[in-house]
């Protein structure tokens, strides 16, 4: 079958001889429809997560069950599903007390049930979806209505949960408090159409490419700062003053209640903590370089409340959020369809890896 491989550090290639193994007991195969493409997906090529060659990369992906293994009852062949990348063991503590993001399960689930020859074929996110099939527990995949579009679906997998979740799930933001955001692309406009559900009363999307305000314009940001053009914090603190006199208050008064920092960039979650207002926190979604690390100002964070907060797939529960998702989809209140930029047959892969590092998607879609 056609996949991706990810054959070590900078390369990517589209293979046809690749093979998946049959399902386990509780395991399906999964024929792939869409699958979007996630800088994840772009970290891996770039060495920046460290992952074993070869592997078939992507954990996006939506599509049809195709086969089931022994004792599989929650799915049958020719359901619809959304995949999520969890694996987690559903029986553990973390699991049993709704944090699936907890159990230990669920994160290094690093397994080889591909094959390229005689060469065993790593998987990627325990979902692998840049191949034509592949195989994942029952658990992981979410049931979906025929008549909603795969194409759109299947980015609930990565961006949705994520953008979406850090606001509803991680943060709780309640109506009329007031959030930056920071990155205007797949999981940053998913956290911004969140806090409009939530009711936030300002939300600020911030980013570095100018032609991005339309956009968060379009998925409910009330503001729009291009931090090209100076400082990000002082510019979100010019918006949200102290008081009519005083932009700045007492131990940084002013400012927002939360940050949402869906970059990766430790200069941006930097700028995210220096626009908190008085117990504001800082979420931190998006994933920078190994390593990475930056300085807080301890005294402005212990004197007033302020926070900084990891936020790990949006602290998701997928099969009661992701059919949740969907009622607010079908209600117009969450946009899917409009996240897709730009879909492309997975043999001009090259040409959306390049669109996406080249910042032009929101969302860019493989078509299988
Ligand atoms: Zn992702
Ligand atoms: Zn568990």
Redesign the pocket.
Known sequence: MRALLYTGEGRIELSHGVTVRGPQAGEVIVKIVACGLCRSDLSVVHGNIPWPAPAVLGHEGAGIVEEVGPGVTTVKVGDHVVMHTLA?????????SGK?T?????LGNRTTPFSLGDIPVSNFAATSAFAEYTVVKQDQVVVIDHDIPLNAACLIGCAVLTGVGAVLNRAKVQAGETAAVFGVGGVGLNAIQALVISGASRIIAIDTVAQKRGLAETFGATDFIDASQGDAAEQIRALLPHSKTQTIGTFGAGGVDWAFECTGSPIALKAGVAALNWGGTAVIVGVPPQGATIELPINAIAYVDRAVVGSRYGSSRPHHDIPMYLDFYRQGRLKLDELITKQYPLADFETAFADLEAGKLARGVLAF
């Not at 987690?88 to 049993?96: D, F, I, L, M, V």
């Not at 907890?102 to 669920?106: G, Q, T």
């Open positions: 987690n063991c559903g029986h553990c503590s973390p699991c049993e699936p907890h159990c230990r399960e669920s």
